[in-house]
C-alpha cells in the first residue's frame, strides 16, 4: 500500500480504471467459464442416458434367455465412442452378465458396480448406471464409465479464446484509462504547481486557474478562497505582531520588578525557615535535657526507696525516659529534624540497656539483623517504648543466675511496604500456661498497647527461649491512632 500511495495521480487513476476492469473481466471470465462446465458435464450425462437407454432396450431379451452373447453385442456398439472407456450390463443379482473395455482399461480395477438409475462424476470419469426393466420388474443394470477428455479438450479450446479476448480488452481499457485519466489528473496537477509556488514564494495574491464547473472546479474555488483568508489573516497577524512586541516590552519591565520582589520574598521566607530549623532542634535539644532531669529525679527518689519492688519500677521508668530522651538526641544531632536511623537507634539503646542493668558482653551476647531504616518521630517513639520493654524482660527473666545466652533483636522490611521489628533471647523462656496478651506486667501491657498504636500486629514463639515478633505499617500524622486505657 505504500508503493500506491507514492505513486503520481495519473499513475493512481490508470491503475484504478485498469484493476477495476481486470476483476470484471476476470469474474465474467469465471462465470462463462463455469457455465460452460455445467453445460459439458449435462450434455456428457445426457449422451451417456442415451446410450444406456439404447443398450438396456436391447438387452431386456438378452437378460431373459440368458443370451450372453446378444448383450455383449450391444456393448459393442460403446466402441465407436472413444471416450466411453469400460462398459457392462449386470445381472439382477449385480454380477457382470456382460461387458465392454476399451483397450488399455483393466475391468478389474472397477469398483463395486451399482444396480440403479445414478450419474456421478468421481476420479477422473462419469459413471452412470440404468436400471433394466420387464413387465414392471428389475431384472439387471446397464453400467458406462466415460473419460474427461471431451470436456478437457473443449475447455481448453475455450480458455485459449477467452485469453485471447481478455487480452485484447485489457489493451482497449489501457488505452482509454491512458486517455480518460488525463482530464482529471491535469486539472490536479495545475493545481498542485500552483500550491508549489504559492509554498515556495510565500505569495498569498496568486490564484489558480479553474478548470471546470465541477467537483475539481470547486477544489480549485475553495483553494483560492483559502489563499485570500490566509492573506486577510497575515495582515491581520502582522498588525497583531506589532502590538503584541510593544505589550511584551511593557510585560517584561512588569516581569523584571515582580522578579526582583519575589527574590526579596524568597530570602524571607529561607531565613524564616532557618529560624524554624534551629527552633525545632533547640526544642529536641531541650525536650531532651528535661527528659534527662526527670530521669535524674527518678533515680534521686529511688535512692531513698527500701523496697526492691519500688525500686525496680523507679529503674524500669527511668530506661522508659531515657528511652525517649535518645530519640530526641538523636533527631537533635541529625539533619533531619523529623525523621531518625532507627537502626543506628535500636544498637545504642542496646547499649544503654546493657549498661543501665549492669549486663557483661562476656555473658549475654547481642545479635543484631538490622537494615537501613528512617522512622518518623511518630513511628520512632513506641517502637522505642516496645524495644526497651522486650529487651529489659529478656535481661531481667530470660538468664538469671548470670547464666550466658544471647539476644537477638532484628529489624527488617516486609511485605506491603510494612516493617517487622522481631526481639528474641534463647533463655529459659515464657512461663507456660501465661497469655502474654492478658499478661498483668505493666511492660507487656505496654507492649501490647504501643502495637495497637502502631496498627501493628504482635506474635510470641516460645518454642526455643522467648521471641516477640511485631509487624506494622508507617505512621503519619494523619493516621494516628489513640492509645486505648
Known amino acids: 500500500m505504500k508503493f500506491f500511495r507514492d505513486l503520481s495521480i495519473r499513475h493512481k487513476l490508470m491503475i484504478l480504471i485498469m484493476t477495476t476492469s481486470t476483476i470484471v473481466l476476470v469474474l465474467s471470465t469465471i462465470f462463462f467459464f463455469v457455465q460452460d462446465v455445467l453445460s459439458i458435464r449435462q450434455s456428457m450425462v445426457q449422451d451417456l442416458q442415451f446410450k444406456a437407454d439404447v443398450i438396456a432396450a436391447n438387452s431386456t431379451a438378452a437378460l ?15 466402441r465407436d465412442d472413444p471416450n466411453i472407456v469400460y462398459g457392462a450390463v449386470l445381472a439382477k443379482d449385480g454380477s457382470v452378465f456382460a461387458e465392454y473395455a ?59 479464446s477467452t485469453v485471447i479476448v481478455v487480452a485484447i480488452l485489457l489493451l482497449i481499457a489501457l488505452g482509454l ?15 498542485v504547481d500552483t500550491m508549489d509556488i504559492v509554498s515556495r514564494e510565500k505569495d498569498y495574491t496568486i490564484r489558480a486557474e479553474k478548470p471546470s464547473n465541477d467537483e475539481l472546479g470547486l477544489l480549485v474555488d475553495d483553494f483560492n478562497s483559502m489563499l485570500y483568508q490566509i492573506q486577510q489573516r497575515d495582515e491581520a497577524l502582522q498588525r497583531g505582531q506589532d502590538k503584541l512586541e510593544d505589550r511584551v516590552r511593557e510585560r517584561t519591565a512588569e516581569l523584571k520588578k515582580e522578579i526582583t520582589e519575589r527574590k526579596r520574598g524568597e530570602a524571607k521566607v529561607k531565613a524564616s525557615l532557618m529560624e524554624k530549623e534551629v527552633l525545632l532542634k533547640e526544642i529536641h535539644h531541650r525536650v531532651k535535657n528535661n527528659l534527662q532531669v526527670i530521669c535524674s529525679l527518678l533515680n534521686i527518689q529511688s535512692s531513698y526507696i527500701q523496697d526492691s519492688d519500688t525500686r525496680e519500677l523507679f529503674d524500669e521508668s527511668q530506661d522508659r525516659v531515657r528511652t525517649m530522651a535518645l530519640i530526641h538526641e538523636n533527631l537533635y544531632k541529625s539533619k533531619d529534624l523529623t525523621r531518625i536511623d532507627f537502626s543506628e537507634y535500636i544498637r545504642n539503646l542496646s547499649a544503654q540497656l546493657f549498661r543501665s542493668h ?15 531504616v528512617v522512622l ?34 532484628k529489624f527488617q522490611k516486609a511485605a506491603d511496604n510494612g516493617y517487622a521489628l522481631v526481639v528474641g533471647d534463647n533463655g529459659r523462656g515464657f512461663p507456660e500456661g501465661v497469655d502474654f496478651m492478658k499478661s498483668p506486667s505493666l511492660g507487656l501491657k505496654l507492649v501490647n498497647t504501643l502495637v495497637k498504636q502502631l496498627k501493628g500486629t504482635i506474635v510470641m514463639n516460645a518454642t526455643a527461649g522467648t521471641e516477640f515478633k511485631i509487624e506494622f505499617s508507617h505512621l503519619n500524622y494523619k493516621n494516628r491512632m489513640t492509645v486505648d486505657g
Do not use: W
Open 177 to 191: 484509462s491512458s486517455v480518460l485519466q488525463r482530464t482529471i489528473s491535469t486539472s490536479i496537477l495545475n493545481l
Open 102 to 160: 476399451q483397450p488399455g482399461n483393466n475391468p478389474k480395477s472397477l469398483p463395486h458396480l451399482p444396480i440403479s438409475d445414478k450419474a456421478q462424476f468421481a476420479d477422473q470419469h462419469l459413471d452412470l448406471s440404468k436400471t433394466i426393466i420387464l413387465d414392471g420388474e428389475q431384472i439387471g443394470a446397464v453400467f458406462i464409465r466415460s473419460n474427461m477428455d471431451q470436456m478437457y479438450s473443449r475447455l481448453k479450446g475455450h480458455m485459449k
Open 64 to 78: 431373459s434367455f440368458y443370451d450372453r452373447t446378444s448383450a455383449q453385442e450391444n456393448l459393442e456398439a460403446l
Open 376 to 409: 518518623d518521630i511518630e513511628t520512632a517513639l513506641p517502637c522505642g517504648l516496645i524495644l526497651n520493654e522486650l529487651i529489659t524482660n529478656s535481661l531481667k527473666y530470660a538468664f538469671p543466675d548470670g547464666a550466658d545466652g544471647k539476644i537477638e533483636i
Open 358 to 372: 549492669s549486663i557483661s558482653s562476656g555473658n549475654v551476647k547481642l545479635d543484631f539483623g538490622l537494615c537501613p
